[in-house]
């Protein structure tokens, strides 16, 4: 199992340390390091700002958005990064919710894995170029069809450094996951528990069933990002994730609409998921929080002392997760180092 360094996207300021964690993380091996974007900071710019720094790690997005960019676009920037870096880029991308596709982008949500399907598609024919991009799907269409009717197809004038960029695809429902082996180079789960393993393997299974250039599950990578509490009071390390755990179960969506929290609700936690969210959708988050039981933080994040988090990673080994993406203090990432030497 390889280690990845998780920057994740910025809350109301720049975060303070990151440049330190990103050459700590080369420093001890770490595989790859990773940004995020929501409505705020975006996914690219501190990637390539940070990554100026390093010379092995990979470089990756967890994720960018589509519907923050046209496929072209972030053809482009996928392109642009691969070159600085030489040949270090992932592109991950996802699909994001409702929420934020509808009110920050102003763009249609319904049929998210039909609009993805298409997005990586025309992003592959850019990053190939081997012909100008021509496309008529349902949901983007290549040149544009009205307008002033002078649009012409066209390839990338930027030599790629690669034919092929990773694409990995941000996927929590089962047909997504099964996409993203249909179609993309890997997998990055969130809120990916052990317990969920037998399920996740059965949709990865039938998306490689779908294959036809040939990648299959010894080609695949799944990175998942992963909270960490060191502390040796278990309730104490518990009581540090628990509030990211009632905002994604209880926060981000509505009530019906919450993918984050069916991916929850899926591992047994169905009573637990309701009760989160209704007293978080109420306004009443500090009860949201104390509702998350310390079994559920257990399952979703590792929690306790060293030798606790050294048993728990047994079992997460037997997974299919091939990265931990890991939060980068210090005495995380260098007990991992030691732990997975």
Do not use: C
């Amino acid at each position: 199992m390889k280690l990845g360094l998780g920057t994740g996207y910025w809350s109301s300021r720049p975060p303070v340390g990151v440049p330190e964690a990103v050459a700590e993380a080369e420093r001890l091996g770490f595989d790859s390091i990773w940004t995020s974007e929501a409505y705020g900071s975006d996914a690219l710019t501190p990637l390539a700002w940070w990554g100026a720094s390093t010379t092995k790690v990979r470089l990756g997005t967890n994720i960018a958005q589509i519907s923050a960019r046209t496929p072209t676009a972030t053809a482009m920037a996928a392109i642009t990064l691969d070159h600085l870096s030489g040949g270090r880029f992932v592109l991950g991308l996802g699909a994001s919710g409702p929420q934020v596709v509808e009110g920050w982008y102003g763009a249609p949500y319904p049929k998210p894995l039909a609009r993805t399907r298409e997005y990586i598609e025309i992003v592959r024919r850019v990053v190939a170029r081997e012909a100008p991009v021509e496309f008529a799907g349902e949901h983007y269409r290549l040149p544009h069809p009205g307008g002033t009717g002078l649009g012409k197809p066209l390839k990338p004038t930027l030599h790629p450094l690669r034919p092929r960029i990773p694409i990995f695809l941000a996927a929590e429902g089962p047909k997504n996951v099964a996409l993203a082996a249909e179609v993309a180079d890997g997998w990055l789960p969130f809120l990916f528990s052990p317990s969920g393993d037998a399920f996740y393997r059965e949709q990865l299974a039938k998306g490689f069933a779908l294959r036809t250039d040939g990648v299959g599950p010894a080609d695949f990578e799944v990175p998942a990002a992963v909270q960490v509490a060191l502390d040796d009071d278990l309730e104490a390390a518990a009581d540090v994730v628990r509030p990211w755990i009632a905002l994604y179960v209880g926060g981000m969506g509505a009530k019906g609409a919450n993918f984050h929290a069916d991916v929850v609700a899926r591992m047994g936690y169905e009573a637990e998921v309701d009760r989160i969210q209704n007293l978080y959708l109420a306004g009443n988050r500090k009860d949201a929080i104390a509702a998350v039981p310390t079994r559920m933080v257990s399952d979703l994040a590792f929690i306790g002392p060293p030798a606790r988090i050294r048993d728990e990673l047994a079992r997460w080994s037997e997974t299919v997760i091939t990265t931990l993406i890991i939060p980068g203090e210090p005495r995380v990432a260098r007990l991992f180092a030691e732990l997975l030497a």
